[in-house]
Structure formats: structure tokens, C-alpha cells
């Protein structure tokens, strides 16, 4: 079977207003470039989308990861939709492009990435995974949740083509090193250091060797890109992506989006600088209000072949009105605390803020106690 590649590759270039949500016009110019990417035959097909201020772009394609043809117009087509934010005035128009010239490979330019490479199966159900107000720590608990937690799926119990567990591949994003760890056998030290989100981030997760799909071949992904290490100051967050694939060997559907019933607090919320809980909208709820939040995640169903058969808004179902409804709660009880923690990020997360700033003009007022 001929392998597929989806890449989701995203970027903050306007917002409108403030940090709030992705103008309209963006929209089009984005689907304009990408279908001159489907006439000169580097990509199959395209969606674009947004959650709060940032743009997505969901591209498929038969090129593999890290190629040059497809982060290449990626690039041309933030660019292009630069100019129309730049026009507009929109806020912070062109906020994570980074870099002036593209050389290659669009990582380590600002945009987020996350692709994968996979044999085709009979039928393959993808979802992709889209926040805004928050870093890629965010998609530990739940990425764990749906590949190692029974209590969330049952497939990892009662289906045997799961029942071995997966392989986590997780990134220090510090120290630029990475480990590989299998669950169940390895769950405690897993989480030891996942639970440490923002530090050790679930980059990729792998099936067993010896199950129903190829070993090498990664079933999940998550962007990882730090803006704040490319841009050496606070320029925004980077809101992060996740592509996700379903079913026959690998978790359900709705095992996929069953943590996300749990609005878990991550940080990211206000200047980057605030805890909040994670609440699951809908595309047309992904606009970032209160307090430019709470931190959001909307989900794009996707059925994967030469198309992109989808997107259907997997968060619009009054279902997680429940989660949402928490969230609100939260969002109430995070917000009472105002500029104390742990509303507001500890003193090590502020670092690359413009809390440092405020704290440098007090430094010599201290004196001495004996
Ligand atoms: P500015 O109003 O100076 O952009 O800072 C606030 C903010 O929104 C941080 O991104
Ligand atoms: P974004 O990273 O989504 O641009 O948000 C910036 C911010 O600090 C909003 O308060
Ligand atoms: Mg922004
Ligand atoms: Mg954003």
C-alpha cells in the first residue's frame, strides 16, 4: 500500500482583535496559495482552519515529513497571509514568523509541525487536535490518557491488537534530548517525567513491534516548537497541534476524545503567563475572550485517503456542555486569584515573560536583613 502524509502546520500571523481569533480574510488567502499547491501537484488537499488567533493549515500528500515542496509553500502562504494581516492592521500581524528566509525546513522558523507518514489501512480515521493559549505540556495528560490509561480506554483491556500497549517517544525540551518508553511495563517513570509538562513533552507515540501496524511508523504526534528559544523573549505562546489516527490496532475514536471530557489546567492562559483549564469547543466557539481564554482545543475528524474527507467539528455535541460547564466554573475560581499563584505561572515559567522587566527596576531597592 502507497504511504500517505498529513502535515498540520500552524502559525499565529493576526489576530483579531487582540489575541481573540483568525479574520476571515486570512482564511481565504491561505486557501487561495494552498490550491495553487494542489494545481502544481505538491499536496493532494487541503483544509484550512483556526482555533483563537492561530491558523492551521491541514495538508495531505504523499511527500513524507520534512519536506522541502511542502513547508516551502506552508511558508509562502503565511507570508502572503501576512501581508493581508499587515494590511488590515490585525494584532501582532506576522507574530511567529520568526525567520526572514526560508532554507528548507519550516522548524525552527516560529510555525508549529506536526506530521506523520503511514501506510494507507483499508480506512483511516485521523483527528487533529488544535489549541490556542497554551504550550505543548498541554497534551501530555491527554495523549497519555489515550494510549496507556486503561480507565480511559477500554480497548488497552479488552482488544487485543492494543492490549500490549504503545511506545512513548518524549522530548526535554531544555536539553534537547529525548527518551523512548514503553507502557505499560514503564508507566511509573513515564509519568515521573511527563507529569513535569513543561519540561519533558510527549512528542510521538509508536505501536509495539510484533503489532498489527508498522513498528517505525508513529500513530500520534505533537507539535513541540518553543517560540520563546527561537525568539530568545516572549513573543506569544506556541499554542500546540496534534494529529492523532483511530481504530483497528489503535484506540478508538472515542477513546481519542474521551480525556478531553476532563478540562485539566495547563498554563499559557494571559501574556502566557496564567494557569486555566483546557475546555473543548467547537469551531465556531474557538475565539479566545475571557482573559484571552480560557485555554481551548477544538478537534477536526478527518476519514484519510487521496482527500481529506472531513472535517467534522468532533466537539460540537452538547455532550462536553458537562466539561464545558466545568471549565467555566474553573475559569471563575483560576481568576479570583488574580496576579497570585498558581493562577499566575511560578517564578521559573515567568522567566521568559515580561515579568523580568517589572522585578529589574525593584532590584535596587532591596537592602540587606541580618
Ligand atoms: P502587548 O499589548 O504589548 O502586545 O502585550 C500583551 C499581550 O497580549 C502579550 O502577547
Ligand atoms: P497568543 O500566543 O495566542 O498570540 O496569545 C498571546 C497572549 O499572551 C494573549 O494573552
Ligand atoms: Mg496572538
Ligand atoms: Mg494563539
Same mark, same amino acid.
Given at each position: 500500500m502507497a504511504k500517505i502524509t498529513v502535515s498540520l502546520i500552524k502559525a499565529d500571523v493576526g489576530g483579531y482583535p487582540g489575541h481573540a481569533s483568525v479574520h476571515e480574510s486570512l482564511i481565504k488567502k491561505a486557501e487561495e496559495i494552498l490550491s495553487q499547491g494542489v494545481e502544481t501537484e505538491v499536496i493532494r488537499d487541503f483544509r484550512v482552519l483556526a482555533t483563537g488567533d492561530d491558523l492551521e493549515l491541514i495538508m495531505n500528500h504523499n511527500? #513524507?515529513?520534512?519536506n522541502e515542496e511542502v513547508h516551502s509553500l506552508a511558508w509562502k502562504c503565511f507570508e502572503a497571509v501576512t501581508d493581508v494581516a499587515k494590511e488590515l492592521k490585525l494584532?501582532?500581524?506576522?507574530?511567529?514568523?520568526?525567520?526572514d528566509a526560508f532554507s528548507?525546513?519550516?522548524?525552527?522558523?516560529?510555525p508549529g509541525v506536526a506530521e506523520l507518514e503511514f501506510t494507507e489501512r483499508e480506512s483511516d480515521p485521523l483527528v487533529a487536535f488544535m489549541m490556542d493559549k497554551t504550550e505543548p505540556g498541554a497534551f501530555n495528560l491527554p495523549i497519555y490518557r489515550i494510549f496507556a490509561d486503561p480507565f480511559n480506554t477500554a480497548g488497552l483491556v479488552i482488544d487485543p491488537s492494543i492490549h500490549d500497549g504503545f511506545v512513548f517517544e518524549v522530548w526535554d525540551i531544555y536539553e534537547h534530548k529525548r527518551v523512548f518508553m514503553n507502557t505499560p511495563e514503564e508507566t511509573y517513570d513515564l509519568l515521573a517525567l511527563i507529569g513535569a509538562k513543561s519540561r519533558y513533552v510527549i512528542k510521538r507515540i509508536f505501536p509495539k513491534k #510484533?503489532?498489527?501496524?508498522?513498528?517505525?511508523?508513529?500513530v500520534a504526534v505533537v507539535s513541540t516548537e518553543k517560540l520563546y528559544q527561537i525568539a530568545g523573549e516572549y513573543v506569544g505562546k506556541d499554542d500546540p497541534v496534534a494529529l492523532v489516527r483511530a481504530q483497528s490496532g489503535l484506540p478508538a475514536l472515542g477513546e481519542v476524545l474521551e480525556p478531553f471530557a476532563f478540562p485539566h489546567l495547563v498554563s499559557g492562559w494571559m501574556r502566557g503567563s496564567h494557569n486555566g483549564p483546557l475546555m473543548p469547543v467547537s469551531f465556531k466557539d474557538a475565539r479566545c475572550t475571557r482573559f484571552d481564554g480560557p485555554p481551548r482545543v477544538a478537534a477536526a475528524g478527518f476519514q484519510i485517503s487521496?482527500?481529506?474527507?472531513g472535517p467534522s467539528d468532533l466537539f460540537d455535541d452538547p455532550i462536553w456542555d458537562y466539561t464545558r460547564r466545568k471549565a467555566q466554573k474553573v475559569t471563575e475560581y483560576m481568576r479570583r486569584h488574580g496576579p497570585f499563584e498558581p493562577h499566575r505561572l511560578p517564578m521559573e515559567d515567568m522567566e521568559?515573560?515580561?515579568l523580568p522587566k517589572v522585578l529589574k527596576e525593584l532590584s535596587d531597592r532591596f537592602e540587606k536583613v541580618e
Open positions: 511527500r #513524507g515529513t520534512d494584532y501582532g500581524a506576522g507574530q511567529d514568523l520568526l525567520k528548507g525546513n519550516i522548524k525552527g522558523m516560529g #510484533g503489532s498489527k501496524l508498522p513498528a517505525d511508523e508513529a487521496e482527500k481529506l474527507v521568559y515573560t515580561t
